[in-house]
């Protein structure tokens, strides 16, 4: 049998999609790429079976969709030793880096199959000796930094995040969280806005949690054009996106690889990009404007004098540089060449 596993953190916390017992409804509502993508290696007969490990500390009964004859189990452990008594895996995908994944790594690297690691921030690569056979970069500047590593392609739910017809609100749409205040570049966009007697005319939608931070500091600078929606969900956030010219990414190298931009794209909304912001160059072909610490202004600026092209442009990179299928298929081919 061929089998993918799925290391997703170590969180004990249930999750939002542990909530769905269906499978459809798993499919439409879920926008955790890392799930999404086992289960469409599943769907297209790539593995026999897949199984999501999760830690947990109190005893949990399976998720089990049935596929064709197939398995796609989400699975609760007190401790990963515990997957020792289960028959070894094609490939194990390690996500977020952390130190109960290395300790197990360690003890029998052979159990693992394929071991494939995508850590993130200060776990980029293993950090208490882990056995991976091949790390995942999410970034030109990491995959440089980090020889010997490999590509990871990540893109967002075609069921949440695609196009809608609607009218457009506002010119920009800024969806990030003020508990992440550290990387998201608040500070930084808001002192751009205030500058520049012309975007302080354009309007600008926030989404993302603590909008009372944002307000504060858009208080500071004199900013009354921001407007704050709060948390909202992905598909709340879709018809945002939607409803904007274009949406923004403005972490800074502190930040893993937001999958903000992806979502964007998704949407069929165009995507300016801070220079620091980690995605890989295959995701800036088509309907994203790169912009650094000189050039923000600027970019936002005179972005909405060319708004049809980069609409259309948009729309070619949902269609085929972020097409979930593509994605999936590009990160597949990558692992079986190692």
Same mark, same amino acid.
């Not at 897949?50 to 452990?77: A, C, E, M, Y």
């Given at each position: 049998?061929?089998?993918?596993?799925?290391?997703?953190? $170590?969180? +004990?916390?249930?999750?939002?999609?542990?909530?769905?017992?269906?499978?459809?409804?798993?499919?439409?509502?879920?926008?955790?790429?890392?799930?999404?993508?086992?289960?469409? #290696?599943?769907?297209?007969?790539?593995?026999?079976?897949?199984?999501?490990?999760? %830690?947990?500390?109190?005893?949990?009964?399976?998720?089990?969709?049935?596929?064709?004859?197939?398995?796609?189990?989400?699975?609760?452990?007190?401790?990963?030793?515990?997957?020792?008594? *289960?028959? /070894?895996?094609?490939? /194990?995908?390690?996500? !977020?880096?952390?130190?109960?994944?290395?300790?197990?790594? +360690?003890?029998?690297?052979?159990?693992? !199959?394929?071991? %494939?690691?995508?850590?993130?921030?200060?776990?980029?690569?293993?950090?208490?000796?882990?056995?991976?056979?091949?790390?995942?970069?999410?970034?030109?500047?990491?995959?440089?930094?980090? +020889?010997?590593?490999?590509?990871?392609?990540?893109?967002?739910?075609?069921?949440?995040?695609?196009?809608?017809?609607?009218?457009?609100?506002?010119?920009?749409?800024?969806?990030?969280?003020?508990?992440?205040?550290?990387?998201?570049?608040?500070?930084?966009?808001?002192?751009?806005?205030?500058?520049?007697?012309?975007?302080?005319?354009?309007?600008?939608?926030?989404?993302?949690?603590?909008?009372?931070? !944002?307000?504060?500091?858009?208080?500071?600078?004199?900013?009354?054009?921001?407007?704050?929606?709060?948390?909202? $969900?992905?598909?709340?956030?879709?018809?945002?996106?939607?409803?904007?010219?274009?949406?923004?990414?403005?972490?800074?190298?502190?930040?893993?690889?937001?999958?903000?931009?992806?979502?964007?794209?998704? /949407? !069929?909304?165009? #995507?300016?990009?801070?220079?620091?912001?980690? %995605?890989?160059?295959?995701? +800036?072909?088509?309907?994203?404007?790169?912009?650094?610490?000189?050039?923000?202004?600027?970019? #936002?600026?005179? /972005?909405?004098?060319?708004?049809?092209?980069?609409? @259309?442009?948009? @729309?070619?990179?949902?269609?085929?540089?972020?097409?979930? @299928?593509?994605?999936?298929?590009?990160? *597949?081919? %990558?692992?079986?060449?190692?």
């Amino acid at each position: 049998m061929r089998s993918f596993w799925l290391f997703r953190s $170590d969180i +004990k916390a249930l999750e939002y999609y542990h909530e769905f017992k269906d499978l459809q409804i798993f499919k439409s509502k879920c926008h955790d790429y890392y799930l999404l993508l086992p289960l469409w #290696l599943l769907q297209n007969n790539y593995f026999d079976e897949v199984i999501i490990w999760r %830690l947990t500390k109190h005893d949990r009964p399976d998720i089990i969709f049935n596929i064709n004859g197939k398995q796609f189990i989400q699975r609760w452990v007190r401790n990963f030793n515990q997957t020792y008594d *289960y028959p /070894s895996p094609e490939i /194990s995908f390690w996500r !977020g880096g952390f130190q109960c994944y290395d300790e197990v790594t +360690k003890v029998k690297p052979k159990n693992f !199959g394929l071991k %494939l690691y995508l850590g993130s921030g200060k776990r980029i690569k293993s950090q208490w000796g882990g056995k991976y056979d091949m790390y995942l970069m999410e970034s030109e500047e990491d995959l440089k930094t980090n +020889k010997g590593s490999i590509p990871f392609y990540k893109t967002a739910s075609p069921e949440i995040f695609k196009p809608i017809k609607t009218t457009k609100d506002w010119h920009f749409c800024w969806p990030c969280n003020f508990t992440q205040i550290n990387y998201k570049g608040q500070a930084f966009l808001m002192d751009v806005i205030g500058s520049c007697p012309h975007l302080k005319r354009m309007k600008f939608v926030h989404c993302g949690n603590k909008p009372e931070v !944002g307000e504060q500091m858009a208080k500071e600078r004199g900013l009354k054009n921001i407007h704050f929606m709060g948390w909202v $969900d992905r598909e709340k956030l879709n018809e945002i996106l939607n409803r904007s010219f274009f949406g923004l990414n403005m972490s800074n190298q502190n930040d893993g690889c937001p999958r903000v931009s992806t979502e964007i794209l998704m /949407s !069929g909304t165009p #995507l300016i990009i801070r220079d620091t912001a980690r %995605l890989l160059p295959f995701f +800036k072909q088509k309907g994203v404007i790169e912009c650094n610490a000189k050039t923000t202004m600027i970019r #936002l600026r005179d /972005s909405i004098k060319s708004i049809d092209r980069f609409m @259309e442009n948009a @729309e070619e990179a949902r269609n085929t540089i972020c097409s979930f @299928e593509n994605v999936n298929k590009k990160n *597949y081919e %990558l692992w079986k060449k190692i």
